[in-house]
């Protein structure tokens, strides 16, 4: 007989802690190992199911508002033999959820405002902000998948593959190929990502400034030196210098808060910083808030990233809480690059709007 550990009762801090970034570990893993060419529709169809199951979990309940108990029957932490830990998830909180994402007021209508497409088409991230129920997409690929600014520019973060865009005219024409029968009433915004660097930012702003876009988020993917900021920490052990790089990382979206090079409305990932190093300086709850306090002085929001959910949900939650003392906007996005991302951990992200009384930015981000 397989023997099953069930989650304690617990209070809410303790099962943010513990057992939500488990289950994120498990659902990553399910994303990277799975080879069944049937098994991409089942999870596509599913409203982000996984991050639904750590959002009841992060409130100390189950997906039917029952309270944790010893008695739960196929806990939601761990497998049976014959089940995968997503697939126990999906069955328990995809109806719920489905009927949730329907009743939503347009309060909280489903946005997610962070999108790519280098690495698949625009109708297949379309379709499956559609099986999710997503009422505005917007699409926000990196300026440095541009080549005009990658052969001009020697970017200090790349990705390594995915298509390379000629001209904005060839990026615009992507928006052009939608079909209008399958968006239904869904909102699509054309936008982009666009790197902040003192040592590239004029170059940056003639490019993006050609023309108008519906969304602009701003991100810090270098650090002055040209040094990635999700690789250069690594292996650093001594954690005074780890502390250091947080900090500059920090001081560099400050910069680019305080700068009019674009019009962006949203600093995208502030705490992505962690991919690289989890050692972060004792002061970080203080640097946090005086980031938000800076984005409230300057009509801007700050993003919680579906991405940085899946590594550091701690940081994000420490993220929203600097938000909510500085009265300071939020956008949600989840910075999918495939299609099975798309809305990834929104479910967490809105439940921390609700917990912290965050207000999400749901502004025409239209340049005037």
Known sequence: MNQRRVLPLASREYVWRKALPGLLHAQRSK??????????????????????????????????????????????????????????????????DAEQSQTLPASMSLVDN???????????????????????????EHVSQFRELRESIKFGSLHPSGRIFDNLKEYRDEFGKIDLDTVSKMKINRGLEVDFSPRFEKSIADFVNQERWDILLCSIHEFENGKDIERNARGIVDPDSAHELWRDYVRLQRLALESDFVPFKILAHPVRMSRSSKAVP????????????????????????????????????????????????????????????VFRNMSIARSLTEEFNLKIDQRDHGQN
Do not use: F, W
């Open 31 to 96: 994303r990277r190992i799975s080879t069944n060419p049937r098994s991409g529709p089942t999870v596509l169809n599913l409203p982000d199911s996984h991050a639904e199951s750590c959002r009841y979990l992060a409130l100390g309940k189950t997906a039917n508002r029952t309270i944790l108990s010893p008695e739960t029957q196929d806990s939601l932490v761990t497998a049976s033999a014959d089940r995968t830990p997503h697939q126990q998830i999906s069955k328990v909180v995809a109806p719920r």
């Open 282 to 341: 004792h002061e970080l709850d203080d640097l946090l808030l005086d980031l938000a306090q800076v984005a409230r002085r300057r009509d801007k929001a700050l993003e919680l990233n579906g991405r940085d959910l899946d590594y550091a949900p701690e940081l994000v939650r420490r993220l929203a809480l600097a938000c909510s003392k500085a009265d300071c906007r939020v956008s949600l996005g989840s910075d999918a690059h495939h299609p099975i991302e």
């Open 114 to 140: 962070h999108n790519h497409i280098l690495l698949a088409k625009i109708s297949e991230m379309i379709a499956s902000a559609k099986a999710n129920n997503v009422s505005e997409l917007s699409i926000t």
